[in-house]
């Protein structure tokens, strides 16, 4: 009985067919931010992948002999050949974005830039590794199905075959968007729960002394927050806030009830890191992988009321 | 995989003849039901890569001075090593953690080859000098971010030039050193490379720079700004001098000078501990605890191998976002 409780509830929490909504938003938002960081490897593309580069393909290799990693950029430094590729990832990347041909570029989109991660380690950081894993998991989603210009080609052909009086079929949800969801859900808990658990072990974190160390940290500085040095119970009560929020999120994050809060100290916190640390890519990123708990229907309302209706499913005229 | 195509509810004909949830009569609306064999099959796969993203933080988490992972996690690791690795899933997610630490710089001078015969004075005049990261060079923001964490791996790759009492260590330990070091020789000379191929004819000289993290103290007692000279300190490249149980030192041992590039005033050229005051010594202390340096570079202990590069990704070693 109980066997058949938990078989129900796995298939439920993992099978049961769901909207695209949020997935397509954060397709969106996720191609964009590939654009930007494509383009911004072209503005040194010398310098980051050239014969002369900051780290070679050879000593790329070099990094990585031992594990598994693999890139075909380590065995070229063709500055025409860099630009090709680079050019066709920007390329690719605002055609996910727009969501065109959404099924076949985000693979391909996907690949290119796991190939430039593994050659350019050493030289990325948390935004490489959160929009590579919302990325992998929009493989799985049919996050075209909707706010996408496949669906407006989509809509034009049921058109046409609407007035020849054929009877279409369209899907109300897929699977492979719960399955995306569902895994994008887990794997940023595990981010989460993580991040807070090697928080814990620092002692800065439970002085509070954290926020300081990381407000004069000049390097991330991009607007000055040492005017947070004067109020130490601020910083106290940011550093435990942060401390906790992360830590449990895992568990928070789940129940309805706790979820709006979770999320809503998620934007304050990583919004802060953009603004004040100057890591306004990641904090952003961070920011549209946890819209992957907003509930589809949820998104498709706020969509109506922002007068996007058209966009989603349920508006085909 | 077995799946079928099925009507769903809505699908379903309303006696009112109802529309369905996209309000289109002419189109029925379908739903894909999984099969069991496929619904077994996508589970396996689900479990086995969750397992994937979690084997690399667990491993990362499960380090201790003593071992380089618990056995567990080094077995789960070591058995989805190639999807962990091939997929880019080998993160630890030890973000600002445990604690926040300084910055580091590298601090390059271009000097002429000409010139290197000649009186360093004269050396010092005719000089480049470029620092990465640098806000007024590297722009957009992003930009600057990618030199960033490549001053923060070149730091972290660091192996001091020799060992002291290399006789006395493990022959394993010394092995793991000079791949280490060779390692970290490969950066600086591709690093080399990229400023000679920009100035012909010049020589390079790589430094490495921490910027340590002032208290409150003196930020508002003693007005230092957050660019004062004298909070840039210049890291040697070794002999590691103590190596009293195998640990890697402290790195505020390796102090030496300030970078000639920030123009220190010649009156701040003494020791450090004369000039910071005595707080600003203990939260360095702090900052730089050894016990916390452990996270990053485990112990030596004899009979155990350890990794002295813990990780190529240089955001995780120092805890940055």
Known sequence: ?317 | MNIKRTKNHAGRQSPKGDTGSNGNPDQSHESVVWSGRARLIASVLIILHLLAVVAEPLRFFSRSPENFAAADTALLRRTLGPYVDAMYLSHGYFFFAPNPGPAHLIECQVTPNSKVASSINSDLDKSRWKIYPDRKDQWPRLLYHRHFMLSEFYNTLFAPTELENAADIDQRIVDQWRDDRRIYESLQDCLKKNLISKHPDHEVVLKRIQHELPNPRTVFVDRWKLTDPRLYNELLEGPVKEATGGALPNQLDLRTKPPAALARPADLEKDLEQIVPQKQLQGDAKVLDPNNQQMNRPSVVPGMVPRMRPSIDPSENRGNR
């Open chain 1, 1 to 317: 009985m109980i066997g058949k409780d938990f078989v129900k509830c796995w298939n439920q929490f993992w099978f049961e067919p769901s909207a695209p909504t949020t997935l397509a938003m954060i397709r969106i938002a996720t191609g964009a931010m590939l654009a930007y960081i494509h383009i911004v490897w072209c503005l040194r593309l010398d310098d980051f992948f050239g014969p002369n580069a900051f780290t070679t393909g050879a000593f790329a290799q070099s990094l990585h002999r031992g594990d598994y990693a693999w890139s075909y950029l380590w065995f070229t430094d063709s500055i025409p050949l860099l630009w090709a590729h680079q050019l066709v990832a920007i390329a690719l990347s605002i055609l996910m974005s727009i969501g065109l041909f959404t099924r076949f570029v985000i693979p391909i989109v996907w690949f290119m830039t796991l190939m430039v991660c593994h050659r350019m380690t050493g030289l990325l950081f948390g935004l490489d590794q959160i929009v590579m894993m919302v990325t992998m998991y929009l493989m799985i989603a049919r996050s075209g199905d909707e706010l996408s210009f496949d669906r407006y080609l989509h809509l034009q052909r049921l058109r046409g075959l609407r007035e020849a009086k054929v009877c279409v079929p369209i899907s109300d949800g897929s699977a492979y968007n719960t399955i995306a969801a569902r895994l994008m859900q887990i794997h940023l808990c595990v981010i989460y729960l993580f991040g807070g658990l090697g928080k814990m072990r620092g002692e800065t974190w439970w002085d509070g002394s954290a926020i300081w160390l990381s407000a004069v940290s000049y390097e991330y500085q991009s607007l000055d927050l040492t005017w947070i040095g004067n109020f130490p119970v601020l910083m106290a009560l940011a550093a435990h806030v942060t401390l906790f929020w992360e830590t449990f999120y895992v568990c928070l994050v789940w129940p309805k009830m706790t979820r709006p809060w979770v999320l809503l100290t998620a934007v304050a916190v990583h919004a802060g890191i953009g603004i004040f640390l100057g890591m306004i890519t990641f904090g952003w990123m961070m920011i549209v992988a946890n819209a992957v708990f907003i509930e589809p229907t949820t998104m498709q309302n706020w969509l109506r009321f922002f007068g996007a209706s058209s966009l989603v499913k349920g508006q085909v005229t």
